[in-house]
């Protein structure tokens, strides 16, 4: 997501770059071009038109006429604006002792599946969550949270056909007291539509149930349909917060950018993937970096931590085999996406072409060549003659000439790290280390 829209406001950004000077006919030409980027991207008008002339005020208080940087100057405004637009601060849920938390939202929002994700993503921070299949209408509903219930280890209360809202309270109490249960997630009732029998059935629950956060799941890839809706649910239940979901997809993301402003709801969480685990805190400044190219380091650095790679003492280079480059391969699959792992490097997103995309297959074909070689050969390649070349291709259904290349890339691979050894550096993971 974002793509298109990155890469209208970069453009816009860099026409500015290499100038000494700007004059106000060039700052009104690069506010339109951001303007005209942000409503391609559907972005709400009126918070287009806000955005645009909180970015202008901006740009005049920095005196970006005078500057001898203007580029630098419009790029830091815009980030501040884009920042704010999208929150400012981040803003995540209060945890108490004991909490009560309800998702609502559309069918077909990717309520259910946040369910699940929030209940493994708390599960990870050390609560115990439990998960209600509220939905007393709709057998398939409670069905599918059970299943995601136990792909992610975390028990699910079903509601009964027609149960009261009364009975639904009593049984969720008793379960969580039994089971110890802090943190209660419900996934409430959700339709193809909003209408009075769905909003009704809401307020019973909310009524009987008393929930700290009320959560509104919204599907980032339904445009400005999804804003009406936070304003529906918000109007009828209260909405406390945002989920974002399909963040991972390839919509113009116009309803991301005027969610917040326009419900005036901080946004908690994004929906990155549909893992279990592909739910991330929300951060505007992180997510406002990315959208410029400036990369995103403190989530790449999370990342690392989170796979745990950060505990792993590189090795120097003159130590370094085949079976290290195996393993460093794998802990690069581990962090997700290697296209979207490049966007996170400050500078890079903005060098890579619109849609860039590396091909996932190839770490495969990679790794079936190094799991093809022998103990030995992984630890010298230099042992690697023609004819263990030409078994190791077979074997692992390559060709000979991508063994070749994969040996190159292995000894270019330490001749550089020799380089940063001789700058004090320790390999990518090593930049992480604390």
Do not use: C
Not at 303 to 319: H, W
């Amino acid at each position: 997501m974002f793509q298109q829209l990155a890469a209208r406001l970069q453009e816009a950004i860099d026409r500015l770059r290499g100038r000494g000077r700007i004059t106000e006919e060039d700052l009104k030409g690069t506010l339109r071009e951001i303007r005209r980027a942000l409503i391609e991207a559907d972005v709400n008008l009126e918070v287009a038109r806000a955005f645009v002339e909180e970015v202008r005020e901006r740009a005049l208080g920095r005196k970006v006429l005078e500057s001898l940087t203007p580029a630098e100057v419009v790029l830091a405004t815009v980030y501040e604006a884009l920042k704010e637009a999208l929150g400012g601060e981040p803003k995540h849920p209060q945890l108490k002792d004991r909490n009560v938390w309800f998702l609502v939202g559309l069918q077909g929002s990717g309520k259910t599946t946040t369910a699940a994700k929030l209940a493994l993503y708390y599960k990870g921070k050390g609560r115990r969550p439990l998960l209600v299949a509220a939905d007393t209408q709709r057998p398939a509903a409670r069905e599918q949270l059970r299943v995601l219930g136990e792909k992610v280890g975390v028990p699910v209360l079903e509601v009964q056909d027609g149960e009261s809202p009364e009975s639904i309270r009593r049984r969720v109490e008793e379960r969580a007291r039994l089971e110890v249960r802090d943190l209660v997630l419900v996934d409430t009732a959700g339709r193809l539509q909003i209408d009075e029998r769905l909003m009704e059935e809401l307020v019973r629950l909310k009524a009987a149930l008393r929930p700290d956060e009320v959560l509104l799941v919204l599907d980032a890839m339904t445009g400005q349909e999804a804003l009406s809706v936070a304003q529906a649910f918000d109007e009828r239940v209260g909405v406390t917060g945002l989920v974002l979901t399909k963040l991972d997809g390839d919509a113009r993301g116009g309803a991301a950018l005027s969610a917040r402003r326009v419900t005036g709801k901080p946004i908690y969480f994004a929906g990155v993937s549909e893992r279990p685990e592909g739910l991330e805190p929300f951060y505007p400044d992180r997510l406002a970096g990315r959208i410029l190219g400036m990369g995103d380091v403190a989530t790449l650095a999370e990342k690392v931590r989170q796979a745990g790679l950060e505990a792993e003492a590189p090795k120097s280079a003159k130590e370094l085999t085949l079976e290290d480059f195996l393993k460093q391969m794998q802990n690069l699959k581990r962090l997700g996406s290697f296209s979207e792992l490049l966007k996170l490097l400050p500078g890079v997103g903005r060098a890579l072409p619109q849609g860039f995309q590396v091909d996932e297959r190839a770490f495969k074909r990679l790794e079936a060549i190094v799991l093809s070689m022998t103990p030995e050969e992984r630890k010298d390649p230099r042992i690697l003659n023609a004819s263990r070349r030409r078994r190791i291709a077979k074997g692992s259904g390559t060709t000979v000439q991508e063994v070749n290349r994969l040996v190159k890339a292995f000894e270019e691979t330490k001749a550089l790290m020799k380089s940063l050894e001789r700058r004090k550096g320790r390999g990518l993971m090593g930049m992480f280390r604390r």
